[in-house]
């Protein structure tokens, strides 16, 4: 008899209670990945996110052999591999943890199906965030929290999360023996196998897995004084190193627990003073908590059309602006070097999210939220559906956020941080000869200037596509036009549904 835990995010051993349940009975455990060729072909996953996951898994495979199992990577749709794993390894439980995205839930409803009808009884746990989130929306009477404050009066009343369980160990009787351990059809794929062109890497910054996501964790958790007085809007988004933990990538593919994570900040606060949510570390896994909760009950959630959180924007598609944004020739040099970063190290620092987000959308070319997102999607580490979304909602002001008349300036606002412009010198070499008052407005500097500096502005790095000081005017005037349209259809719409008075006789 054997037991089968399916890893899917949860790419870990500590933390893990699924993985807890599969070892219960003692039964010999196959701990499986499955790798859909479909997705590998199709999904929007960049280089360095197909890299950092195979690093994931062949961390976590070195660990499990470490306690005489390995993974297996099966090949094929989850539908078509497990009925026939079922049979073959004579399965007679899986396991797996909880995912509330719409795809995996649509996929393990199929699954679970297709284990009862071969037999297999099925357990899946909760691990990926803090709080069930139906018991949040239970606490909230029956709603997803639809702002940040009220979803932390809503864990106040909860209390703590439950404290992580123990980290996986193995009976004898779980081991893998015999053929299946040496079996290399199933180990992990290279990255030639999920469609990478190694060429095309940079340096690995960020190497995937648990091992280096608890060393990762460790080195900043040591650092109580940091950990206390951590306030997120006062990081540097211009420093040349990153100023945040870079965790989020870990706490994605569950390389990290969130719990374990919270619970090592509990004891760092106590007895200190320290920082409050929504700034403070702590209040970034509440952060991470809102838009989980908000999504996993919001139909069309990371989409405008048909999502009752997202006002209705006329966003005016231009695929020559979102190509300019996409591929860093936005001719605004802050902007374009955040744009280089994302595309070769995967991450981002969360304010320059917020300035290309904002030039993207509201504040300069005018383009749909979805289609940053899904930009972001692709080129992200930590590319979370439910984050993702919820992030380009709010910062595009279409759900969540309402002061839409707050916009970034793709010149000032770098400059608060980085006045000699060394961010824009890293990432935009071509520009780095540039006197500083002029790395941020190359536009302006006198042809004399641009030669000296060996990049002709037209020639060697683009002329602005837009002019931000008219276009975020009439960007402005536009979102209020969307706000007014958007309350005159509601009152309009409540107005309708409201029961009509019984006329006196």
């Not at 999504?295 to 048909?306: H, K, L, Q, S, W």
């Not at 595009?396 to 980085?418: C, E, L, M």
């Not at 008219?470 to 969307?482: E, P």
């Amino acid at each position: 008899m054997t037991t089968v835990h399916w890893f899917r995010k949860g790419l870990r051993l500590h933390d893990n209670p699924a993985l807890l349940a599969a070892v219960k009975e003692g039964a010999e455990l196959r701990p499986v990945f499955v790798l859909d060729p479909w997705f590998v072909k199709n999904a929007r996953v960049g280089v360095n996110r197909w890299r950092f996951l195979s690093q994931a898994l062949r961390d976590l495979d070195d660990s499990l052999r470490k306690l005489k199992s390995r993974l297996f990577v099966v090949r094929g749709s989850p539908e078509e591999v497990f009925p026939t794993l079922f049979k073959k390894w004579d399965v007679q439980k899986i396991t797996w943890e909880i995912d509330t995205e719409p795809y995996a839930q649509t996929r393990d409803e199929k699954v679970e199906r297709l284990a009862k009808e071969s037999g297999v009884e099925v357990v899946c746990r909760h691990g990926h965030t803090l709080y069930r989130t139906e018991k949040i929306i239970e606490a909230n009477f029956g709603k997803a929290p639809l702002t940040y404050v009220s979803l932390e009066k809503v864990v106040s009343k909860l209390g703590h999360p439950p404290k992580p369980v123990d980290t996986l160990s193995l009976p004898d009787s779980c081991h893998i023996h015999g053929e299946a351990a040496t079996d290399v059809s199933y180990d992990v794929p290279s990255l030639k196998e999920l469609g990478v062109d190694e060429s095309q890497l940079e340096p690995c910054l960020y190497p995937g897995g648990e091992t280096e996501a608890l060393a990762r964790l460790k080195i900043y958790m040591e650092r109580k004084s940091w950990v206390c007085k951590f306030e997120k809007p006062k990081t540097s988004p211009t420093s040349l190193q990153p100023s945040t933990t870079v965790l989020s990538p870990y706490l994605k593919f569950g390389c990290l627990s969130p719990r374990t994570m919270y619970h090592q900040l509990i004891q760092i606060y106590k007895g200190s003073a320290h920082t409050k949510p929504p700034v403070s570390l702590l209040g970034q896994l509440l952060w991470r908590e809102f838009f989980y909760t908000v999504g996993a009950v919001t139909p069309n959630f990371d989409r405008m059309e048909g999502n009752a959180v997202c006002r209705q924007i006329p966003w005016v598609r231009d695929e020559k602006l979102m190509d300019a944004w996409t591929n860093a020739r936005t001719g605004y040099p802050f902007i374009d070097a955040i744009m280089t970063q994302l595309r070769k190290e995967g991450w981002i620092h969360h304010l320059s999210r917020h300035a290309v987000a904002c030039f993207l959308t509201r504040g300069d070319l005018w383009q749909p939220w979805e289609d940053g997102m899904k930009v972001f999607e692709e080129l992200l580490l930590d590319a979370d559906w439910f984050l993702n979304a919820g992030n380009w909602m709010w910062l595009s002001a279409s759900a969540f956020f309402n002061s839409y008349f707050r916009v970034y300036s793709p010149i000032a606002f770098g400059k608060n941080t980085d006045k000699h412009g060394d961010y824009i010198r890293k990432y935009l070499p071509q520009l780095a000869k540039y006197p500083e008052n002029y790395i941020y407005e190359p536009w302006k500097a006198p042809l004399a200037t641009q030669r000296a500096a060996g990049c002709i502005i037209g020639q060697d790095y683009p002329r602005p596509i837009v002019d931000h000081s008219v276009i975020m005017k009439r960007n402005l005037d536009r979102m209020a036009k969307a706000y007014k349209a958007g309350k005159e259809k509601k009152a309009s719409s409540d107005n309708q549904s409201s029961p009509k008075k019984k006329m006196k006789k």
